[in-house]
């Protein structure tokens, strides 16, 4: 079966000095088939990135299978189709003496690279890991992620290599009201934007249903 169309649409640019606003969704175990879907899709060099090796599908869907959304954190970012483009997971420590570090790990489609995604995924990531008294996250790369490393320097990480492979850690600072109160409000966008590409796609879909049925051809066709 091909793989479905993605909107490879960039964004419109903005007007100078007005942030792009790039609505970044919490996912849970009911997304799973979603979050594996965009996981196979991955070219396998980016696959390889992603995983550190040259992960097989079977050891993708374990992957996603194994995913623990009461401990950690996974964030994805939808195009108007309502395919995941871009996967952040915010994994934390099991034991006492680690609950103050988490791990992060990102994934976006070639196609729609060049946006920021990454950088943005990252940002929500320290965010959500300051409101819960995290103090340091790291990422664990190939030496050749060069697109990773660039964005945990660029957040001021420290980045060490010891061969093949680079870890960066980012030190944050405690939580404070206005840390807490900016998770509420891009949680709150996320779920209207979510939600108005839903309605726009049903609409859609309804639309192509209707000129199916005046035209006599089913739909798709």
Known sequence: MPAPATDTHPPRPARRGAPVVVPIRSLGPEHRGRIAVHLLRLEPGDRYLRFGYAASDEQVLRYVQQLDFVRDEVFGIYNRRLELIAVAHLAYGDAAE????????????????????????????????????????????????????????KAGAVVRRDGSESEAYLEIAPAGLQSRMAQKVVHRLAEMDYQLKRQAR????????????????????
Do not use: K, Y
């Open 98 to 153: 680690h609950r103050s570090c988490a791990e992060f790990g990102v994934s976006v489609l070639a196609q729609a690279r060049g946006r920021g995604f990454g950088a943005r995924l990252f940002e929500r990531a320290v965010m959500h890991a300051r409101n819960r008294d995290v103090r340091m996250v790291f990422i664990h790369a190939l030496s050749e992620n060069t697109a990773m490393l660039r964005i945990a320097r």
């Open 202 to 221: 049903q609409f859609r879909a309804f639309l192509a249903g209707m000129q199916a049925a005046r035209s006599g051809t089913p739909p798709g066709a």
